[in-house]
């Protein structure tokens, strides 16, 4: 069973950046993010293939970048000109399939909290 483990949310101002880093205890071929703000529905942030492959949500393209650790058992999510509505918990995903959104995802991690400040 693969195990998720999450850091790096916090505090922000609007336009500032942070970095969420997820680390796996085995392999998957489908690591990434979804968030989900108070009131709202999940969401997916983020996903990236081990061969590479990455998708991200049309509401953070430009601003967030997906990156792999060298053992592929990582990801990081850099989240850059931060706005109020990217506040919410954001979850580490993992699995295999098509690595796109719409994928049932087995394996989840307990969140970590971004808050945004305007």
């Known amino acids: 069973l693969v195990r998720l483990t999450e850091s790096g949310g916090g505090s922000v101002q609007a336009g500032g950046s942070l970095t969420l880093t997820c680390t796996a205890s085995?392999?998957?071929?489908?690591m990434g993010w979804f968030r989900q703000a108070p009131g709202k529905e999940r969401e997916g942030v983020a996903l990236l293939t081990s061969y590479g492959g990455s998708v991200y949500a049309d509401s953070v393209k430009d601003r967030f970048t997906i990156s792999p650790d060298y053992n592929k058992k990582i990801r990081h999510l850099q989240l850059h000109s931060l706005r109020p509505e990217d506040t919410a918990i954001y979850y580490c995903v993992a699995g295999g399939g098509a690595c796109r959104f719409t994928d049932d995802f087995a394996t989840w991690g307990q969140g970590t909290q971004v808050t945004v400040s305007s």
């Open positions: 085995e392999y998957s071929f489908c």
